[in-house]
């Protein structure tokens, strides 16, 4: 290396043997301690989807935070690398394999942290909300295995104590839009992703309301005005009227929420 040469810092970068074949390595180096998304999938293509654009986007590209994600399939029995099988006892669609599962768990897991939740993406899971978001980002990140068919053989679940997380009381075809909600909801709370902080507290079921109305410029449009107190420039008044507003919309619109308690708050939209 010439001598006026800039010096490299690999300070961040952490490697870490494994026993999985090299197609499975993701691209681009790991860092360490930056928050780690891990997604296990049968459609990696689907990745990062939404989460490579816009805030979250930039962030990626910034290394604020890491996507690893790893195809499932990879991981599938025999030539033709199956993953699921029908279902014991009988019934419609298939399930998930536990040994195939566990393979791709093993490998993703290698050197995490135990505080890293494992999750997958189910309907009859417990419902994803802010409070669990805040949870994720508090942590070194978040491993997710998007569902598919009917399902995950409940050993894997077991043995793994993995936790079921639902988006809501919907059924999709697979867990992969629903990860990337989750991890909208959970990466733009980490530091520096969005560029006003003070957006956060003010936001819905930051303090278990709904968020008050917001109004922007013309004063005047098609007859209906900005409320005369969003334009006095009384603070308190204005903060009074926001609150209001938010206890408003939150008994009007979801009477379930209890004010304060983010145990019970969710966004599913």
């Known amino acids: 290396m010439p001598a006026d040469a800039p010096s490299r810092s690999h300070s961040r970068k952490s490697i870490r043997a494994v026993a999985a074949p090299r197609e499975l390595m993701p691209e681009a180096p790991e860092l360490a301690g930056v928050w780690t998304a891990q997604v296990i999938t049968l459609l990696p293509q689907a990745f990062p989807g939404v989460l490579g654009e816009s805030l979250t986007g930039r962030a990626l590209r910034d290394r604020v935070w890491q996507l690893q994600v790893t195809d499932l399939r990879r991981f599938g029995e025999g030539r033709h690398r199956n993953v699921d099988d029908t279902p014991a ?23 995490v942290p135990p505080s890293v939740p494992l999750v997958a993406t189910s309907p009859r899971g417990r ?7 805040r949870d994720w980002a508090a942590r070194p990140g978040v ?3 998007c569902g598919r068919f009917e399902g995950i053989d409940q050993r894997a679940l077991d043995h793994y104590g993995i936790e079921e997380v639902s988006l809501g009381d919907f059924v999709l075809t697979g867990g992969e839009i629903a990860a990337q909600a989750m991890l909208d909801a959970t990466v733009r709370l980490l530091p520096g992703v969005l560029g006003n902080a003070a957006s956060l507290e003010e936001e819905s079921f930051s303090d278990g309301l709904l968020e008050h109305p917001q109004y922007t410029r013309p004063a005047e449009w098609m007859g ?46």
Not at 89 to 111: F, K, N, P, Q, S
Not at 127 to 133: G, I, P, S, T
């Open 89 to 111: 006892g009988g019934g419609a669609g298939m399930v998930l394999r536990a040994d195939v599962l566990g393979r791709a768990i093993e490998h993703v897991r290698t050197g």
């Open 224 to 269: 209906r005005r900005i409320p005369d107190v969003l334009l006095s420039g009384n603070h308190a008044e204005i903060a009074r009227w926001r609150r209001a507003e938010a206890e408003r919309l939150t008994r009007a619109r979801r009477p379930d929420l209890s004010e304060g308690d983010q145990a019970h708050a969710g966004d599913e939209g």
């Open 127 to 133: 419902r994803f909300d802010q409070a669990l978001a």
């Open 143 to 145: 491993t997710l295995i």
